[in-house]
């Protein structure tokens, strides 16, 4: 009996935590919203006051609630000490009786049943300490989720900061400009106005110190105007002295004539023999050379593809809008301005946000200054290769990949913040849209490949689509996400209602492995060394780029002005693409010793891209400004 009314009152003490807490977080909650108002503006004195004295109730709870848990190890501590006595009374009386045994088979019996008795209550004793245990783990854990809250508020007063000093910056620039402008206009001379009737002494020398006060302004923006043109100047001089890896040549292209002019002369002497192929053209495996000859003889071309077109054939596959001819017209020069060996390992994954780029490797990513490609710090991050990894802008946030965990950091302290899991394979693409993050990747079982997240409410997923199906790249335009399947397919889900929508006809012939948006309108690359091309507002196909790399297409980007679209190849080389319908490749950009696995762009004014491979490098691309950037050659 005593047992029981102690196990009463431990549960007692239980329920009073469980609603301290639940006070606690309300109490928090309310702390953050006020501090908010306050940090935008909105607050008053009274909305101050109010947080001050939410603070102190919050010191009160977190004293009751350390009360509370000592009483409640005392109560558990107490129960342990009432089930010790216990299971010695019991030895005891069963001793006792053991004074009344006379045979051999009551001694027997009698020790059985203390055996039994004995580990009755020693497991009876480990249930109870594995609860004690669960208990103190349950304390860990809200000690950690009150550290937890103290660190996001911090994180939030920085970022409220930092967002005042954004502020306060623009409006200084735009008061330079201002200054700027008015220096300009008056030829470096500030006309103040003057008042032409008889002025007093005193009006005079306010007139001399607002002349002499504007004068000494203009004087330090000149020399702010200086030193920066100064720094520019050398950051210029150092990207100049970078050498160029040297393009390799290309390939002789005399057999390829040579081969062509005989297939026409055998064609042409077989001409009355019927053709029994029926598997359809063979395409090539290799790449077209960069330019393809113009002059080559053409009189007996359709003889040529009357005996390569298959007659008839149900299992001939559809290649779908092909234009092959002259796809390269390579005019462009790209220079390499940095190569730097980034990590220890392949680099899988990267992002880049104003002037810092972040890439991801093994266990670890890393933080670069776009300024001097210097880094500025790396992060453990997880036990292996980070595939995938996106950085949202409103928040602050980076979120990175690696096997099925998906990991939040904060972009100022560099702290893991949260942990989203779901997938139950490999998360190969993360891709945020409308303040929702959608991530994809391989699936097992009955598990889905796609899941949706609204960080703002809950760290479990809203939504899960596409089971059974492994998912490589994902893209977004407007209300409609974009995924490249292990199917040959580009499919297509609605965003506001999560509905799937017809996939793009017709497919790869493998595996899609990346997607990105160009001049309204989807192009996906994949295993099977091709580009294709979508209409984004209807099924319209483009030309496909058959054969566009000698071997994968793992990545694609687009620049932030659209004007061309770049494919990085397993082969170690990237290719620029251009062209209102038909894409041309107008730039071929070799450097990496083994494959290119993740491609980005740079908000620049001219096009700079960076890219890092299987070889461990980084590597920062500019096009040369006398090949200039100009799309009117292919928009034919």
């Known amino acids: 009996e005593v047992t029981r ?6 549960n007692k003490l239980e329920n009073e935590i469980t609603a301290l807490n639940r006070k606690y977080a309300s109490f928090k909650l309310k702390i953050e919203r006020a501090q908010m108002e306050v940090d935008n503006g909105l607050g008053t004195e009274q909305t101050k006051q109010t947080i ?18 000592a009483k409640l190890s005392y109560k558990q501590q107490k129960l342990l000490e009432f089930s010790q006595e216990i299971a010695h009374s019991k030895i005891q009386d069963i001793k006792a009786m053991s004074n009344t045994i006379k045979t051999i088979d009551d001694s027997q019996n009698l020790i059985q049943a203390l055996f039994d008795e004995v580990m009755k209550k020693a497991s009876e004793c480990k249930a109870l300490t594995k609860e004690i245990q669960n208990k103190e783990y349950s304390i860990e854990e809200f000690k950690d989720s009150l550290e937890q809250a103290k660190k996001e508020r911090e994180a939030l007063v920085k970022q409220s900061e930092l967002e005042l000093n954004r502020i306060k910056k623009e409006f200084e620039d735009k008061e330079k400009y201002a200054l700027e402008q008015l220096e300009e206009k008056n030829n470096s001379h500030v006309i103040i106005p003057v008042d032409y009737s008889e002025p007093s002494e ?3 020398e306010e007139l001399e110190q607002r002349e002499n006060e504007h004068l000494q302004h203009i004087q330090e923006l000149q020399t702010n105007l200086a030193s920066v043109t100064e720094k520019y100047n050398n950051l210029r001089g150092k990207w100049s002295e970078t050498k160029t890896p040297e393009d390799p040549k290309p390939r002789n292209r005399s057999s390829t004539i040579n081969s062509l002019q005989a297939a026409r002369e055998k064609a042409k002497n077989k001409k009355t023999q019927p053709e029994q192929n029926s598997k359809g ?4 495996t290799q790449a077209h050379p960069l330019k393809f000859p113009k002059n080559l003889p053409s009189e007996e071309k359709p003889d040529v593809w009357e005996r390569l077109q298959p007659k008839s054939s149900s299992r001939t596959r559809n290649y779908g809008n092909t234009e092959e001819a002259s796809l390269f017209d390579v005019k462009q020069k790209w220079t390499c301005l940095q190569s730097i060996e980034a990590h220890s390992g392949a680099v899988c994954s990267m992002v880049s946000n104003e002037n810092i780029l972040y890439t991801g490797s093994n266990k670890s990513f890393k933080l670069w200054s776009l300024d001097n490609m210097s880094m500025i710090s790396e992060v453990p991050a997880h036990s292996s290769f980070i595939r995938t990894m996106t950085f949202w802008p409103e928040h602050g946030l980076i979120i990175t990949a690696c096997s099925n965990l998906i990991n939040i950091w904060d972009a100022i302290s560099l702290q893991n913040i949260g942990s989203l899991r779901g997938h139950n394979e490999e998360v190969r693409a993360l891709y945020m ?27 479990t997923p809203i939504a899960e689509k596409e089971k059974n199906q492994d998912v490589f790249s994902i893209n977004a335009y407007e209300d409609v996400l974009y995924y490249a399947s292990r199917n040959h397919r580009v499919g297509r889900m609605q965003i506001s209602d999560f509905e799937m929508l017809k996939p793009y006809e017709p497919p790869h012939f493998d595996t899609v492995t990346s997607l990105a948006i160009y001049k309204n309108s989807i192009v996906s690359g994949s295993r099977d060394k091709n580009l294709r091309r979508w209409e984004l507002n209807g099924d319209t196909p483009f030309p496909t780029v058959l054969s566009a790399h000698n071997d994968w297409v793992n990545s694609l980007a687009t620049d932030c002005m659209g004007s061309a679209i770049y494919s990085a190849g397993k082969e170690g080389r990237i290719r620029v693409w251009r062209g209102k319908n038909t894409m041309k ?19 620049y004014s001219q096009p700079v891209i960076v890219s890092g491979g299987t070889d461990r490098l980084v590597k920062v691309w500019k096009l040369s400004e006398e090949t200039g950037n100009s799309s009117s050659d292919f928009e034919q």
């Open 52 to 69: 001050e004295e939410d603070k102190v109730n919050l010191t009160e709870i977190e004293e009751q609630l350390e009360t509370l848990e």
């Open 281 to 284: 053209p063979r395409r090539s």
């Open 202 to 204: 005193r009006k005079l």
């Open 433 to 459: 849209q409308n303040g929702l993050l959608f991530s994809a990747g391989k699936s097992s079982g009955n598990g889905s490949s796609i899941f949706v997240w609204d960080l703002k409410k809950s760290q």
């Open 5 to 10: 009314a102690e196990v009463v009152e431990k």
């Open 585 to 603: 490749c107008v730039g071929d950009l070799a450097g990496h010793q083994s494959s290119v696995n993740c491609i980005t762009t740079l908000n």
